[in-house]
T-cell receptor, first 113, second 112 residues
């Protein structure tokens, strides 16, 4: 089964702080995704990538940057964190074109004070 | 933009009951529809998907898709306490199915 890991699992920062969330998948999947999950909104797509060096904008990108350094690694950057970015963040990966199943990591809970 | 709505928001059933979860979507060109299960503190995990009109059965799960009415349902037979979780409906769209749009989920509680 596809393996997606995330770090850290929990993070607390202050308003204006810098945060980097990390995601690694070890199944050579081409597509990787970052989501946030909030009560009342469900899962919302922030950014995604279809390969190293590629970045695509999702549905709620404001305040977030992302970088895909290798096939395996996808990072989400919050350069000036705000309390509105307090959320549960999930990374996911997808195997191939025309097959939509995504495999999710365990999530990172971020609190911005 | 694709919209996905799920009902009910929450559901409590006794062990052994049949569970029915509903999902409606807005884009008739949507390709496949997925149901994900999410336990507390875990990431979502795909359970079953459907592409063509009609139904698909896998074990205790059956999914029904009606593209004309833009509606899909998930039925869980002989529910177990371990089925207690949030169930997410997700609709694929975009070229090459690149994107999944998720509903807000249904919280299912199965009581022993």
């Amino acid at each position: 089964e596809a393996a997606v890991t995330q770090s850290p699992r929990n993070k607390v920062t202050v308003t204006g702080g810098n945060v980097t969330l990390s995601c690694r998948q070890t199944n050579s999947h081409n597509y990787m995704y970052w989501y946030r999950q909030d009560t009342g909104h469900g899962l919302r797509l922030i950014h995604y990538s279809y390969g190293a060096g590629n970045l695509q904008i999702g549905d709620v990108p404001d305040g977030y940057k992302a970088t895909r350094t290798t096939q395996e690694d996808f990072f989400l950057l919050l350069e000036l964190a705000s309390p509105s970015q307090t959320s549960l963040y999930f990374c996911a990966s997808r195997l191939r074109l025309n097959y939509a199943e995504q495999f999710f990591g365990p999530g990172t809970r971020l609190t911005v004070l | 933009q694709e919209k996905v709505q799920q009902s009910p928001e929450s559901l409590i059933v006794p062990e052994g009951a049949m569970v029915s979860l509903n999902c409606s979507f807005s884009d008739s060109a949507s390709q496949s529809i997925w149901w994900y299960q999410q336990h507390p503190g875990k990431g979502p995990k795909a359970l079953i998907s459907i592409f063509s009109n009609g139904n698909k059965k896998e074990g205790r799960l059956t999914v029904y898709l009606n593209r004309a009415s833009l509606h899909v349902s998930l039925h869980i037979k002989d529910s177990q306490p371990s089925d207690s979780a949030v169930y997410l409906c997700a609709v694929s769209s975009g070229g090459s199915n690149y994107k999944l749009t998720f509903g807000k989920g249904t919280l299912l509680t199965v009581t022993p």
